[in-house]
């Protein structure tokens, strides 16, 4: 029964995993991650606003009913200048508005608009690299610690089976006690290095499952890569092709850009706005002499004169902002030239600790199985052994985290260059 209760579980386990390729899993964290989602509809969103600043250049037509009862031969002595005539009536009616010159200012407001909407787009360009970065640097986690718990796995059988060769031999007398000791601190390190693994396992599980946009962590049956070996020689053609082409320059671009504009609108504040209005309408009923039909049509010119310097000031604040965007330009190329060469040395670094942890684990290899046959024969103690078993161990886990060390140094160098591959 208890067995059958053991298969049952694996069998569900094996159930809920899910197979997963580093393709499939990119393809589905840009389709699943809500941060883009929310990006990309913010984006949208903000090509609206050129629409609704450009409808102001269309003709506005408009239609009313008005139906009020005022006192006989009453005036509103309060409305301005306007007429402070009261009737009572009832009529109805539209009202035709047409914008004829602004001097370009609502262009340019709109062109503004329109450009700050397209640096949004970049900026979702920006944010798939990230989420592409997480999903891989996510990716290789995984793979690290599954490989790191592989190790630990295999090194705790070995030390396990050495424990039980000693302590046979020692209750036999042809081990001491000091020898089982050495053993069994030896195993209980390894014991520690499996739940270190086990619980990274876990951790990775849940970083892929948060960049792949999703909420309830699952186990996940994905597939190993090699190692790719070609790394470009010149870190400056790198940094080249990032000021090229990384979406945070162009949004920034795009931003300055659109200061610009909104500054150029600005300087046409005080041109005159020209309009025509028309409204048309009748008057069924009201008090008095007063014709059934209404109609009128007027040419409107607005001349600025003065505003309390209000026109100066947002000139002022416009330029700033231009000015602003312009420093914030130069400092984000200065840090994308420090983060791709950073990114690069680490890359490299990490290639080559592949050759070096390679010779580590091939010479701490035949130093354990030499340090092996000196003890089983006499000429070596238990210290000798258990060191040499320690250098296997800790070349076995340099080695593993090496390789995908590198991997997730090479997704970081290829986000910082702004592409998918490298």
């Known amino acids: 029964m208890r067995i059958f209760l053991v298969l049952l579980a694996s069998h569900l386990c094996l159930a809920q995993e899910m197979k997963l390729t580093l393709e499939e899993a990119r393809a589905m964290a840009l389709r699943n991650h809500p941060a883009l989602a929310s990006l990309d509809a913010s984006a949208q969103a903000a090509l609206e606003t050129s629409k609704q600043i450009r409808s102001t250049l269309l003709p506005q037509l408009s239609g009313g009913f008005t139906a009020a009862v005022a006192d006989d031969n009453s005036r509103l002595a309060i409305a301005g200048l306007v007429s402070s005539l009261l009737v009572s009536r009832v009529g109805a009616g539209v009202n035709l508005t047409q914008l004829l010159s602004d001097f370009g200012r609502t262009r340019l407001q709109a062109d503004a608009a329109l450009t700050r909407a397209t640096a949004q787009r970049e900026g979702v360009k920006s944010a798939r690299l990230q ?44 081990r001491s006690t000091l020898d089982v000791s050495f053993a069994k601190v030896n195993l209980s390190d390894a014991q520690l290095l499996l739940s270190r693994g086990q619980s990274e396992i876990e ?3 849940s970083d892929l499952t948060a960049a792949l946009g999703l909420r309830d962590r699952r186990s996940y049956g994905i597939d190993d890569r090699s190692v790719d070996d070609a790394l470009p020689p010149d870190v400056e053609v790198l940094v080249a092709k990032a000021l090229a082409q990384r979406p945070e320059l162009a949004q920034t671009g795009l931003e300055l850009k659109a200061a610009g504009q909104t500054l150029a609108a600005e ?15 009748t008057l069924p009923w009201a008090q008095g002499n007063f014709p059934t039909h209404y109609g009128a049509a007027g040419f409107n010119v607005s001349i600025p004169v003065f505003n309390g310097h209000l026109f100066e000031s947002r000139q002022r604040e416009a330029a700033l902002r231009v000015r602003a965007i312009e420093n914030l330009r130069d400092d984000q190329r200065n840090r994308i030239a420090r983060d791709v060469r950073n990114a690069y040395v680490g890359a490299r670094n990490a290639h080559e600790r592949l050759k070096l942890t ?16 000196r003890y089983e024969l006499g000429l070596g103690s238990i210290v000798e052994l258990s060191q040499a078993q320690l250098n296997r161990t800790a070349a076995e886990v340099a080695g593993a985290s090496a390789r995908y060390d590198y991997q997730i140094l090479r997704a970081a160098l290829r986000y910082q260059v702004g592409e998918d591959e490298l």
């Not at 999903?135 to 592989?150: G, I, N, P, Q």
């Open 131 to 174: 989420v592409l970065a997480g999903v891989e640097r996510a990716y290789y986690s995984l793979l690290r610690a599954r490989e790191l718990t592989k190790v630990a796995e295999e090194t705790v059988r070995a030390r396990q089976l050495i424990v039980d060769q000693i302590s046979t031999l020692a209750q036999s007398q042809l």
């Open 358 to 373: 390679a010779e580590f684990l091939a010479q701490a290899r035949l130093s354990l199985d030499l340090a092996q046959t």
């Open 203 to 205: 951790a990775s599980e």
């Open 267 to 281: 300087k046409t504040l005080y041109w005159p706005t020209l309009s025509v209005q028309g409204v048309v309408g």
